[in-house]
T-cell receptor, first 116, second 109 residues
Framework: SQELEQSPQSLIVQEGKNLTINCTSS?????LYWYKQKYGEGLIFLMM?????EEKSHEKITAKLDEKKQQSSLHITASQPSHAGIYLC????????????????FGKGTHLIIQP | SAVISQKPSRDICQRGTSLTIQCQVD?????MFWYRQQPGQSLTLIAT?????????ESGFVIDKFPISRPNLTFSTLTVSNMSPEDSSIYLC??????FGSGTRLTVV
């Protein structure tokens, strides 16, 4: 089974609406990274969370890591066409490492479409 | 954070041939990582490359198919050997969770 479950797989949202993407692990998340990817291109780093209960925001995007460090959510407020793309969570599942020092395990991604 | 230059950005190759992908980092880094993203799939770690030692491969990936070089602390190459259409993927290098190359989109025909 997938170590990192990401949901939903795809999401169609009307412009201006809020949305949430989830990333759930069966193991402790020692580092959780959120990325955005446009079709066929590389990854754009959004945010990284390490501590239980941590929350970070950048512009209209907020990411949280739960207290148990097994689930993270990415929330977009007042979505815009520029938010469209594929959102990926990547996790550091190895203890004693940080910053993805052992390579990351990725979720399958969420394909976000913004309807005008 | 480090900046990675990856090339080629895309290529179309004949089956049975090999392609070498290069990643150049603008600072010295201990470890570099190579990932594969098959169509519609997530990223899968191929191997970890440390300078001065052989790369460490993940389950399902072997050196004969994906030889990696790491001649110094700023450069690495991944070769996809004896390609088949199943190797059509995006290949990405990374130096940490923060920094990825722009990817190489490989199509094997």
């Amino acid at each position: 089974s997938q170590e990192l479950e990401q949901s939903p797989q795809s999401l169609i949202v009307q412009e201006g609406k809020n949305l949430t993407i989830n990333c759930t692990s069966s193991k402790t998340l020692y580092g959780l990274y959120w990325y955005k990817q446009k079709y066929g291109e590389g990854l754009i780093f959004l945010m990284m969370l390490q501590k239980g209960g941590e929350e970070k925001s950048h512009e209209k995007i907020t990411a949280k890591l739960d207290e148990k460090k097994q689930q993270s959510s990415l929330h977009i407020t007042a979505s815009q066409p520029s938010h469209a793309g594929i959102y990926l969570c990547g996790a550091d599942l190895q203890i004693y490492s940080g910053g993805g020092a052992d390579g990351l395990t990725f979720g399958k991604g969420t394909h976000l479409i913004i309807q005008p | 954070s480090a900046v990675i230059s990856q090339k080629p950005s895309r290529d179309i190759c004949q089956r049975g041939t090999s392609l070498t992908i290069q990643c150049q980092v603008d600072s010295q880094v201990t470890m570099m990582f190579w990932y594969r993203q098959q169509p519609g799939q997530s990223l899968t770690l191929i191997a970890t490359a440390n300078q001065g030692s052989e790369a460490t491969y993940e389950s399902g990936f072997v050196i004969d198919k994906f030889p990696i070089s790491r001649p110094n602390l700023t450069f690495s190459t991944l070769t996809v050997s004896n390609m088949s259409p199943e190797d059509s993927s995006i290949y990405l290098c990374s130096v940490s969770g923060y920094t990825f190359g722009s990817g190489t989109r490989l199509t094997v025909v």
